[in-house]
């Protein structure tokens, strides 16, 4: 039974679907005056009503936690204005930017690393948009452009095929990437029609996914997708490690078969960003890897996701997955770790 038929978007519209408490209301009214608050229909329908701890309302009902700052939070946490050319581009890697075409999300994740912007009912202007396209045209080592924001698939069919037309103009752009949560939390948003809005003619088109818990994958979902790679669009997921949702083997190892049986590549799990009030979202890194080594060998090859950290100040992704290469007692040999943790010599090469 749907819990309801429209966007919940504050303290209150939670309340009256049971997803909060009534007498939390009013630390979750603070929260959601500072961070933005928007839970679809698909999303609610989700969620165990009067279960704070289950882990798709972990992920999207306030908490009063976000209220508590740590002193290492940033509001900015991987920089991005630190490599913001022009309004709308984010400039971190040589070959790739970051086209971030609106700040509005369908739902709004309680850990976004870009809660400080996200939220605002704006889209890039199209004088903004432009300045964008020439920065990229300018630039002839720009090989993939990867639209974010906010959530681009948030903007109509004629927009999206707009943006994907003007960048199938610059010659040296071959890859268009798209990230979003749309097929999770709006699946009726993925249409034929938008399929075909995201190719760009003559460039490989990929859709990245966040998705975080297995439950997120319904059959909606799964069909949602299954549009998008039928149409020839292939897909990613990208995840984010948060205590209480994902943060054992059983549960990261169930949602990356489901990916893979979506026909969807494991591509990134991500270590939960320093953004303002999500400290009781963290791991720590020790235990990330150690959940990383549980999947080895565990699940196949095609489920196992690249654990990432992004370094605060905008320096990029690092990888920082456990490593089964040691230095081996006998002198100029190698030891490999296996699966279960046993050592193997290994001669130099």
Request: glycine share 6%; hydrophobic share 40%.
């Amino acid at each position: 039974m749907r819990v309801t038929e429209k966007t919940l978007r504050g303290a209150a519209d939670l309340a009256d679907a049971r997803l909060i408490a009534r007498e939390k209301l009013p630390d979750l009214e603070r929260v959601a005056a500072r961070y933005a608050v928007a839970i679809t229909p698909t999303v609610a329908d989700l969620i165990a009503p009067d279960n704070p701890a289950d882990a798709i309302a972990r992920q999207f009902v306030p908490d009063a936690a976000e209220l508590e700052a740590h002193s290492e939070e940033r509001a900015d946490p991987i920089g991005d204005a630190a490599h913001a050319p022009v309004e709308g581009v984010v400039h971190r890697y040589p070959d790739r930017v970051l086209l971030k075409l609106t700040h509005i999300c369908a739902t709004y994740c309680r850990f976004c690393f870009r809660r400080e912007t996200v939220g605002a009912p704006t889209a890039l202007s199209r004088r903004a948009l432009t300045d964008a396209l020439d920065y990229i045209a300018g630039r002839a080592e720009i090989w993939e452009v990867i639209l974010s924001g906010g959530d681009p698939l948030v903007l109509s069919d004629r927009r999206l095929r707009e943006v994907a037309s003007r960048l199938a103009a610059i010659p040296h752009v071959k890859i268009l990437r798209v990230h979003t949560r749309m097929p999770v939390v709006d699946p009726e948003r993925i249409t034929p029609a938008l399929a075909r809005a995201l190719k760009a003619g003559g460039k490989a088109t990929y859709v990245v996914l966040h998705a975080n818990h297995v439950r997120e994958l319904s059959a909606p979902a799964r069909d949602a997708c299954a549009r998008l790679i039928d149409a020839g669009i292939p897909m990613l997921s990208q995840t984010v490690l948060l205590r209480g949702v994902n943060d054992d083997a059983q549960t990261l190892g169930d949602l990356m078969r489901a990916f893979v049986e979506c026909r969807i590549k494991p591509y990134y799990l991500h270590h939960c960003d320093l953004a303002p009030g999500t400290s009781h979202f963290r791991t720590t890194i020790r235990e990330g890897q150690d959940l990383m080594r549980a999947l080895r060998g565990r699940y196949s090859g095609l489920c196992q996701p690249a654990y990432v950290l992004d370094i605060p100040g905008g320096y990029g992704k690092s990888p920082v997955g456990p490593n089964y290469l040691h230095e081996a007692r006998r002198p100029g040999q190698h030891a490999v770790e296996d699966f279960l943790g046993r050592c193997h010599a290994y001669p130099p090469a």
